[in-house]
T-cell receptor, first 112, second 112 residues
Framework: EAQVTQNPRYLITVTGKKLTVTCSQNMNHEYMSWYRQDPGLGLRQIYYSMNVEVTDKGDVPEGYKVSRKEKRNFPLILESPSPNQTSLYFC???????????FGPGTRLTVL | QQQVKQSPQSLIVQKGGISIINCAYENTAFDYFPWYQQFPGKGPALLIAIRPDVSEKKEGRFTISFNKSAKQFSLHIMDSQPGDSATYFCAARRGYGQNFVFGPGTRLSVLP
């Protein structure tokens, strides 16, 4: 089944404790991105990647890191999480020149 | 700064009625305007999309109307059904490989 998977789905952590949210797609898509969703703000793009080793900042990149060492994986790294990073996070992927984004199921992160 | 504005925030419609959600943008470089549908606990899913060279696109009960001169586009859901109850997001993108910008979302409730 073609899909985007994210792990973990739920995470509660404390301020300053480094964490990684994994994202993987099995569709051989070139384009992948990370969003955060907050009430009243919709989805805001954090980082995106057009292909392996190519990443770029979205609208809200502060406090986040990403890497794209393999085509299928695009992990989101929070080196020192803070409470304002409490949010619902989505990973998405897109095939080549197609415009259709496929979203993962989301990761709900709480930073205490 | 919200690059894509969306209204209303919430909408209640009777079964069989027409649901209309409006979006407006400022950046004339946007070249792709998708609408996403999101059910609780799920990631957004592409519903329908349009490019600025056409004024209307219809897929089943869903229609996008696009007004390039006014920099506005809207989603019309005909014969709304309780199963359409979800949050709807409009979005815009500046070109392939560029980041997506989302509206804040509209929560639609269709009453049986």
């Amino acid at each position: 089944e073609a899909q985007v998977t994210q792990n973990p789905r739920y995470l509660i952590t404390v301020t300053g404790k480094k964490l990684t949210v994994t994202c993987s797609q099995n569709m051989n898509h070139e384009y992948m991105s990370w969003y955060r969703q907050d009430p009243g703000l919709g989805l805001r793009q954090i980082y995106y990647s057009m292909n392996v080793e190519v990443t770029d900042k979205g609208d809200v990149p502060e406090g986040y890191k990403v890497s794209r060492k393999e085509k299928r994986n695009f992990p989101l790294i929070l080196e020192s999480p803070s409470p304002n990073q409490t949010s619902l996070y989505f990973c998405a992927s897109t095939q080549g020149q197609s415009d259709t984004q496929y979203f993962g199921p989301g990761t709900r992160l709480t930073v205490l | 700064q919200q690059q894509v504005k969306q209204s209303p925030q919430s909408l209640i419609v009777q079964k069989g009625g027409i649901s209309i959600i409006n979006c407006a943008y400022e950046n004339t470089a946007f070249d792709y305007f998708p609408w996403y549908q999101q059910f609780p606990g799920k990631g957004p899913a592409l519903l329908i999309a349009i490019r600025p060279d056409v004024s209307e696109k219809k897929e089943g009960r869903f229609t996008i109307s696009f007004n390039k001169s006014a920099k506005q586009f809207s989603l019309h859901i005909m014969d709304s059904q309780p199963g359409d109850s979800a949050t709807y997001f409009c979005a815009a993108r500046r070109g392939y490989g560029q980041n997506f910008v989302f509206g804040p979302g509209t929560r639609l409730s269709v009453l049986p």
